[in-house]
């Protein structure tokens, strides 16, 4: 056998070894973001082809145009209707699309960026693991003002929790994993997600996976920039849901609850209850009263807490650009309080 004929035979065997993958989306109202989020995929360089399933729901915007515009030009774009919009439907649409072959599933969405040669390191890392996914570090990047803080705050233990995926750690075994980079396999063993959780999807499917007996890896030197929102609306509106579904997996899997998920909920209700005891009190010692000014001590729970977003937010936030940093107590606020009511208020 000549040398040329051999190297080819070679090249041959190790293409063979390199896993199929299969890359999935579900997407909706992402317009502003999703031409960059579809070029950090189509650039990425994996020694084998992949294809990208696209499951797009109902949009407001022209979405649904800039896929089929990046699907016509490049043919590993494959578009899928997501009637519904939700998020675990579209996924588990788009999983159903994907090729028989694919062995390992990468998933991203409309607001994040994959960084140059993501595709290859997290396969490497889930085959080297033996785990069944692997995610890598969410790095929020903003360019507004509110965009900024907003990263700033969903970086930080005081904004979401000590979350390793959120605020850094060391490599190793995970409760969750950030997008995820899966085995198909165990995908298949665990029935994809739960369409009944509209939020928190991720962080149940990877519950259940490790029920199953597999493995989920943190790979912190990966980082996967993400778009925060752009508004204080689209922020409370995002929390609230997120608080919401939280209180739903607690209720269904209650080994799950921590003081990280139990935080907001505690401070939004002692904050009402201390304002309430708190007016009354004041009414009760305007009216002659004098142990109803002893009820007034609950303004201290909003009281407090306000001090402690408003230099919290401003020490955290001190190297930030003045417009960015004067916003964070308020972002720090909303995230913290939508999060709890959306928690306390449930379903």
Known sequence: MSADTLSKTNARHETTNIPHVCVIATVRNEERYLEAALDSVLSQEYARP???????GPSRDNTYGIAKEYATRDPRVVIVENPTGLIPNGLNIALANCPTDTEIVVRFDGHTRLPHGYIKTMVDALVRTGAQNIGGLMKPVGKSPVEVAVARAMSHPLGIGPASFHVGG?????????????????????????????????WELNLRIRQAGGLIWFKPDVEVEYRPRSSFSALAHQFERTGMWRREVIRNNRQTASPRYLAPPIAVAAMLVGTVLGLFGAVLGLAGQGWGWWLTLGFAAPVGYGLLVVLGGLWIGRDLPARACIRLPAVLATMHVSWGWGFLKGN
């Open 170 to 202: 060391i490599e190793g075994p995970n409760e969750t994993a950030y997008l995820g980079t899966f085995q198909m396999a165990a995908l298949k063993q665990v029935g994809g997600y739960d369409e009944h959780y509209q939020r928190a999807e991720d």
């Open 50 to 56: 992949f294809h990208v399933i696209l499951a797009i």
